[in-house]
Structures are given as structure tokens and as C-alpha cells.
């Protein structure tokens, strides 16, 4: 293939009709990218994409200063800083200069998480820096008499949290228009339908209704919503609710009416209404090429700004103690490298409450992010490219990840979304051109087919330090394969939630008790000394710091909280807390500039009300967050 472009295909490695249907059910967004169709009818997202097709629609200098850096000036047009400009909301159209004030943070216990993970009693910062770390009197004596000083009355500072794997920019759309009623909300489908039943009784008629991350793989009840179970509820509101895969949908029959989807419809290619057995419409919609054509008549759809979307959903997660998070299918809203832009204007609006690390996502092909100008290291301290995305397989709990081995009760072994060898190629393609490297892989043999690129990489004399190759998920990992990540300097990035929401059906439908205790094998990476991160992949799952701490140090079930799934993997909290800082700083590429308190970084922390070292361990997750100050600005207080 050219410049390894992705051809969309889906390699099948013994994969049936079965296999294929809970893929649609229970597969994973984030491997395909499937949220972004849904909004090619959304005004700023058409707007986006014709300006990029016609080259004026990305600009990656974002008003930095790059001479400073030592790079070129990449703004390319006139036309691109205009269409930038106005993308950007009218609040603050470029970031406030933070006065050289200096502040103390006194009688604390802080968690430098520096390599000893030392503990200090005071922090000062400066403008946007950290000043000094020590004692009080140490850090009283560097900031100096003119300094305002905050005590703490000895609660805890931590570094800012750092989610190294979400979807940021297309989830943060997502979020602005679709309410969550999914696992974290409610355990049972009965619930699901009662809190839509609420908000029809406080909705006025013909308003449109939209909820997100319905989950029947985790949530008790019916597998699926119908007309049977949604027109009860209401006839004259339209109802759409999107399942947590993005790959399936529900409605009601007025949903359906003011779509003017009749029952006489015909299936898109690679989508379906699904019928009775009697051939009418049952209200369940399987892929977003046929479920478009219901909620695109959703007006939010045409008219959320993306850019508000993205400053929105990054001032609710500062409340979590999010200071950096990641975007790890860059181009997946817009189904181009128009996303860039949304992330740039959302960094000169002077309004984002978090730093962004960007990985653009490999179904665009290499030649439409190289055509548009987007390099690696491209930005500044607040957005920046980061890397780029290549993904091997599906999803474990949709049954496509890729498995050495065939599943539970199965013939099926999953899929490879890249056939190996064109893997191999972009991967090469991209080290070659400077490019770090995040690969996603959940099955073993998966992770197999991103070992030997790695292997082929190296061979090929590419310096792994500097590509820091990392595996996304890393879900089922065996001995072997630890020793060989050990060998080729690959680290691990854990979605912890599969041990905690999905961990039982990992154990009773996926895998058997076996297998399932090789999932996200924290304890053994770290004893063989290979580095690793907790993320919440959001839209999976939550990103919320704390839980993913606790999640990491008990294992517990979200089923079965009695329930341990493979004990032996548990980590220590100091262990689980440089997973959420210092160590997602190494693999983002911004170990030299955030994830620890030292002098000279720029001033990210989170104040909680107590040291998750001292309470009990499943209770980790209910600390008060006090503050979250970012850049040296506090952006969050309870």
C-alpha cells in the first residue's frame, strides 16, 4: 500500500457471524473511530472540512511564539488564521500573560512524585513555574517576602493528574448533547428506562431526547431497547439513545416519524434496521451509517461547536484534578486533520482548564496528515502533537480483539484491524519521519503483531528511546511478551476499568478464569521493570484519576465487589499514582515539562483533602479534590 495507507478493511483471523454480531454490540470506538460519523451534518465540522480540503483549514501556529522553539512559522495563510479566528469562542480570544506572581503552599504534605517519590512540607510557584519544593522554611526563604502565602492546614498536594488515553476532542462533542446514563450511572437496564421516563415528564413535547453509553454487556436487563420498551415512555418525544460501542443505536417510533423512516426503509450498506421476525422495524439500529439518518435530525447535531464543546467538557474534568489529558484518534470528529484546528482554537481561546497531548489517528492515512502540515512536536506547553495512532485489533469484550487463542466457548480468535505487515510499514513510516508511536492491541496476539514491528523497527536501526513505542490497553499479556516489551523499551497504557466494569464477564463469557487473569497485568510489568500507565479511554469509561487509582490497587468488580480479579496484580497506591502523573508524562512526551513537583516545571496540582496513602484502599475514590490549579491559575475549587 502507498505510504501505508489504511484501506478501512477489518482482517478477519477465523472470525464468524457471531463473532461479528458482538462486535456490534459491545465493540469499541475508539479502534474505529465510529463516534466522528456522526457528525458529518454538524455545521462547524462540514465548515472544518472543506477548509482543509481547500488548504486553508489548518494552522499549527496557534499564535506561539516558534522562533523561541526553534521552529519555522507554519501559519500558511491569511484565509487559515481568519478561519481559525473565527471558530474561537468570543470569550478571551487568546491566552491572559500570567503575572510573575509567587505563591507558597505551606503546612501540606506534598507527594513530589519525583524519581525517590519524596515528600516535602511546601511549594512555591511563580508565574506558571514551580519555584521551590522543601520545607517551609526552605521554600519560604527562595520565594521570598513579597510572596502570598496559602496554608494548607496539612492536606495533600499531588502533582496534576494525567489520563494518557482519551478521545477528548469527538467525545467532548458527544458529551455536550447526549446525556450518560451508562455503567457508572446505573447498574440496571430498569433504571436506564426510569431516568428516561424522568426526563420526559420535565421535557415539553416534541423535543428530542439523546442519551449516551447504554451498555447491556455490563447493565442487568434486556439486551437491547425497542419500541416495546421506549414508545411506552413517550410517543410524542423523540427518543435515541447510542449504545456504548458506538455502534449501535435505539429509538422510538416518533423518533423514527419525524425522520420520516418508514417502515418500508432500505438498509445503507454496512448498517441495518433491524426487524421482528414479522419484517417491521423494531426501534434497534446497528451502525452509525443507518442511525445517522435518524438522530442527524437531532438539532444539537448541527449546531454544537465543537471547539465550546471541547473547553466545556475540560472545565468539568479539572473537577477530577486533570491537568494534561490526551486525544488519541486525532481526526476522528471531523474525518479529517480538521481536527486540529478545534483543538488549536480551544488553546488560543484562553479558556481550557487542561493540556492536551494529540495523536492523529491512522484511518486518515499518513499522506492526508502530511499534506496538511501537521508534524510531530507541532504546538506549545498547552496543545501539542504528541504522537501518532496506529491500531492492531478490536476490542476483548466485543470479541474482536485479536487472541492467540480462540474465545470462550468459540471458534473465533478476533480480528486485526491492520494486517501485520501494513502495521510494520506505517510504524516505520512514521519512526523514520520522527513520529512517537501508540499502538493499540488487546488481545495477545495482537500484541504479538505490535512486538515484531517493534522488532522491525529496531532492526531497522530506529532509536526506541526516542520513539518510546507504547501499547495502548495492553489488555492480555503473557509472561514472555512482558520479558520481550522489557527488551524492546515498549511501555504498557492500562484501561484499568476492564478489570473493574467488564472483569467478570472477562472471567465467565470471554476468556474463562484462566485467561482472565492475565488482564492488565500492573504488578508483573512493573516488577520487570517495564513502565506503564492507567487511562480511561474515555468514552469507555470515566476519566476519573482517583477510581482508576483504586481500581488499580484492589482489582475489586464492579459486579462482584467481593470479587478480586487476579490479586497478584495489584499495585501499591504510590505505585498507581506515578501511573496517573510521572509515568503518563514519560509516554506523552512531557516528562521534562509536567507529571512531577520540581523546580522549573510548570506549576500542575491537584490538593486533596486527604493522602490516598492513609485511607482505606477501596475508599480512595470518595477523597475530596479541594483544587486543581493549572499552569500556575486555579482552574478548580470545591
Known amino acids: 500500500m502507498p505510504n501505508g495507507e489504511h ?4 482482517w478477519n483471523y477465523g472470525c464468524g457471524s457471531n463473532a461479528m454480531a458482538k462486535h456490534e454490540l459491545y465493540g469499541c470506538p475508539c479502534c474505529s473511530g465510529t463516534f466522528g460519523g456522526l457528525f458529518a451534518v454538524n455545521n462547524t ?37 481568519a478561519s481559525l479566528a473565527a471558530l474561537m469562542p468570543k470569550e478571551g480570544q487568546a491566552q491572559t500573560a500570567l503575572a510573575e506572581t509567587t505563591t507558597i503552599f505551606t503546612n501540606a504534605n506534598v507527594l513530589t512524585v519525583d524519581d525517590e517519590f519524596s515528600e516535602a512540607q511546601a511549594v512555591a510557584i511563580r508565574g506558571n513555574r514551580i519555584l521551590a519544593v522543601g520545607t517551609d522554611g526552605e521554600v519560604r526563604a527562595v520565594a521570598g517576602e513579597d510572596a502570598t502565602v496559602i496554608d494548607l492546614e496539612g492536606k495533600t498536594v499531588l502533582p496534576g493528574f494525567i489520563d494518557a488515553h482519551t478521545h477528548v476532542v469527538s467525545g467532548s462533542v458527544v458529551d455536550a448533547i447526549m446525556e450518560y446514563v451508562g455503567m457508572a450511572r446505573y447498574t440496571t437496564v430498569e433504571e436506564v428506562l426510569e431516568h428516561i421516563a424522568m426526563r420526559v415528564a420535565e421535557t415539553p413535547n416534541g423535543e428530542w431526547l439523546v442519551f449516551r453509553n447504554f451498555d447491556p454487556a455490563v447493565q442487568e436487563g434486556a439486551d437491547a431497547l425497542t419500541f416495546g420498551d421506549l414508545d411506552p415512555i413517550s410517543t410524542e418525544h423523540p427518543i435515541f439513545v447510542l449504545n456504548a460501542s458506538g455502534h449501535l443505536a435505539y429509538a422510538n417510533s416518533k423518533a423514527f416519524e419525524v425522520s420520516g423512516v418508514t417502515n418500508d426503509v432500505q438498509d445503507p450498506p454496512g448498517g441495518e434496521f433491524v426487524r421482528d421476525a414479522d419484517g417491521n422495524l423494531t426501534g434497534t439500529i446497528k451502525n452509525n451509517v443507518a442511525f445517522l439518518s435518524i438522530v442527524e435530525n437531532y438539532p444539537a447535531m448541527m449546531e454544537v461547536n465543537p471547539v465550546d464543546g471541547l473547553i466545556r467538557l475540560l472545565d468539568k474534568w479539572a473537577e477530577y484534578g486533570l491537568t494534561t489529558v490526551s486525544e488519541l484518534s ?28 494529540a495523536y492523529p489517528f491512522y484511518t486518515l ?116 511478551q512482558i520479558a520481550r516489551m522489557k527488551d524492546l523499551g515498549v511501555s504498557a497504557s492500562f484501561l484499568i476499568g476492564h478489570v473493574h466494569y467488564w472483569g467478570i464477564a472477562m472471567r465467565d463469557e470471554v476468556f474463562g478464569e484462566e485467561k482472565a487473569q492475565l488482564l492488565d497485568r500492573c504488578r508483573s510489568v512493573e516488577k520487570a521493570g517495564v513502565g506503564f500507565t492507567l487511562h480511561s479511554d474515555f468514552m469507555v469509561t470515566d476519566p476519573d484519576p482517583l477510581h482508576m ?62 493522602d490516598p496513602r492513609d ?24
Open 7 to 10: 484501506t478501512g478493511m477489518l
Open 45 to 81: 465540522v462540514r465548515d472544518l472540512k472543506e477548509q482543509a480540503a481547500s488548504g486553508n483549514g489548518w494552522s499549527c501556529n496557534w499564535g506561539i511564539d516558534w522562533a523561541s522553539l526553534g521552529r519555522r512559522d507554519f501559519l500558511k495563510t491569511g484565509a487559515a488564521a
Open 330 to 357: 486525532l481526526g476522528a470528529l471531523a474525518q479529517s486533520p480538521a481536527d486540529a484546528q478545534v483543538m488549536a482554537a480551544a488553546a488560543q481561546s484562553g479558556r481550557m482548564k487542561a493540556r492536551i497531548r
Open 365 to 480: 492515512g499518513t499522506e492526508a496528515w502530511d499534506e496538511a502540515g501537521v508534524m510531530q512536536g507541532d504546538g506549545n506547553a498547552l496543545a501539542r502533537v504528541a504522537g501518532y495512532k496506529l491500531v492492531a485489533d478490536g476490542s476483548n469484550q466485543g470479541f474482536t480483539g485479536l487472541q492467540r487463542e480462540p474465545y470462550l466457548n468459540s471458534a473465533d480468535r478476533g480480528l486485526a484491524y491492520m494486517e501485520p505487515e501494513e502495521l510494520t510499514a506505517v510504524a516505520l513510516d512514521r519512526a523514520q519521519k520522527g513520529w512517537h508511536l501508540a499502538i493499540h492491541g488487546n488481545g495477545d496476539a495482537a500484541i504479538d503483531n505490535i512486538l515484531d514491528t517493534c522488532q522491525a523497527l529496531r532492526d531497522a536501526g530506529i532509536d526506541m528511546s526516542r520513539v518510546r513505542p507504547r501499547i495502548e490497553h495492553c489488555s492480555i499479556l503473557h509472561d514472555e
Open 549 to 610: 487509582i483504586e481500581m488499580a490497587v484492589t482489582r475489586a468488580t464492579w459486579k462482584e465487589p467481593d470479587y478480586v480479579l487476579a490479586p497478584q496484580e495489584t499495585i501499591s497506591v504510590e505505585s498507581a499514582i506515578r501511573a496517573m502523573t510521572c509515568e503518563a508524562a514519560w509516554q506523552l512526551f512531557s516528562d521534562h515539562e509536567v507529571g512531577s513537583l520540581e523546580p522549573g516545571k510548570l506549576a500542575d496540582i491537584v490538593i486533596l483533602e486527604q
Open 615 to 638: 485511607v482505606r484502599q477501596d475508599e480512595i475514590k470518595n477523597i475530596k479534590i479541594l483544587e486543581t490549579w493549572m499552569d500556575g491559575r486555579k482552574v478548580f475549587s470545591a
